[in-house]
T-cell receptor, first 113, second 112 residues
Framework: KQEVTQIPAALSVPEGENLVLNCSFT??????LQWFRQDPGKGLTSLLL?????REQTSGRLNASLDKSSGRSTLYIAASQPGDSATYLC????????????FGKGTHLIIQP | DTAVSQTPKYLVTQMGNDKSIKCEQN?????MYWYKQDSKKFLKIMFS???????INETVPNRFSPKSPDKAHLNLHINSLELGDSAVYFC???????????FGEGSWLTVV
């Protein structure tokens, strides 16, 4: 049974810093890995999807990596901005069919102006 | 245009009532899901459907009954609501299981 853990649970940094959010998973047979952000009172916005055959994906200031052998993924945010403040969720794909995602509990990120 | 829309957004109801949450996606996706986010903000899959066929049922009480009249819609009906059903319910969809999953804005259910 896949378990996903995110560390730290909360993080507060000054604006402009580069930062890394960590995600670990127990089953290396993960199908894919997806990073989301969730704003208070809102739904989830997909940030990046990494397939199991890929090592990383980039979108703007965001870069996500996937290391199946060590059971880890990281989300790197460059030049952080106050608008990046949100909860970031990591989720492992359970399979290629309609198997859905197993979520971590998230990292609550605050970027101080 | 909203890609995955769910109604109502807020729902307050008494214990024992029956309620439904509706979900529609206009992305042409084949797969739809219901997730539950509990008071500790933990998200967990409840159901998934592919082309109107139930694929996943994650040990959810049978008071919860999903219904998919067509592949663009997946509704969630809940009978005999209990206090512990209070949560945020998210509908989601994807082209297939291996692709990006898109979430709706959530439905905040409070049972009093």
């Amino acid at each position: 049974k896949q378990e996903v853990t995110q560390i730290p649970a909360a993080l507060s940094v000054p604006e402009g810093e580069n930062l890394v959010l960590n995600c670990s998973f127990t089953d290396s047979a993960i199908y894919n890995l997806q990073w989301f952000r969730q704003d208070p009172g809102k739904g989830l916005t997909s940030l990046l999807l990494i397939q199991s055959s890929q090592r990383e994906q980039t979108s703007g200031r965001l870069n996500a990596s996937l290391d199946k052998s060590s059971g880890r993924s990281t989300l790197y945010i460059a030049a952080s901005q106050p608008g990046d403040s949100a909860t970031y969720l990591c989720a492992g794909g359970r399979g290629g069919g309609a198997d859905g995602l197993t979520f971590g509990k998230g990292t609550h990120l605050i970027i101080q102006p | 245009d909203t890609a995955v829309s769910q109604t109502p957004k807020y729902l307050v109801t008494q214990m024992g009532n029956d309620k439904s949450i509706k979900c529609e996606q206009n992305l042409g996706h084949d797969t739809m899901y219901w997730y539950k986010q509990d008071s500790k903000k933990f998200l967990k899959i409840m159901f998934s459907y592919n082309n109107k066929e139930l694929i996943i049922n994650e040990t959810v009480p049978n008071r919860f009954s999903p219904k998919s009249p067509d592949k663009a819609h997946l509704n969630l009906h809940i009978n005999s609501l209990e206090l512990g059903d209070s949560a945020v319910y998210f509908c989601a969809s994807s082209l297939d299981g291996g692709n990006t999953i898109y979430f709706g804005e959530g439905s905040w259910l409070t049972v009093v």
